[in-house]
């Protein structure tokens, strides 16, 4: 049975950087496409960022230039790393991950991202 684990959330002043990792386990399962999501209080789940191996790496425009995610080598874990954050990055974040050999994608639990001014 497949488990995914994020990690890497918490406060931050503004200006500040973060790097959320999920990880894929067993390492039997491989991470061929996913993607970054985050919700902030009130408001819908919205796209950061994602990969998949059609279209390459892409970014919301809220967050391009200032974040960036990939995969190690292993195919086994995916990161986001976000710098320059602003308090508008508040919001609990969540990867979803296409993984073989399931041929499904799974969410992470989530993890918070809290931006102070």
């Known amino acids: 049975q497949v488990q995914l684990e994020e990690s890497g959330g918490g406060l931050v002043q503004a200006g500040g950087s973060l790097r959320l990792s999920c990880a894929a386990s067993?390492?039997?399962?491989?991470?061929?496409?996913f993607g970054w999501y985050r919700q902030a209080p009130g408001k819908q789940r919205e796209w950061v960022a994602g990969f998949t191996s059609g279209a390459g790496t892409n970014y919301a425009d809220s967050v391009k230039g200032r974040c960036t995610t990939y995969r190690d080598n292993a195919k086994t874990t995916v990161y986001l790393q976000m710098d320059s954050l602003k308090p508008e990055d508040t919001g609990v974040y969540y990867c979803n991950v296409y993984l073989s050999p399931l041929g499904s994608s799974r969410w992470g639990q989530g993890t918070q991202v809290t931006v102070s001014s």
């Open positions: 067993p390492s039997t399962f491989s991470i061929n496409a």
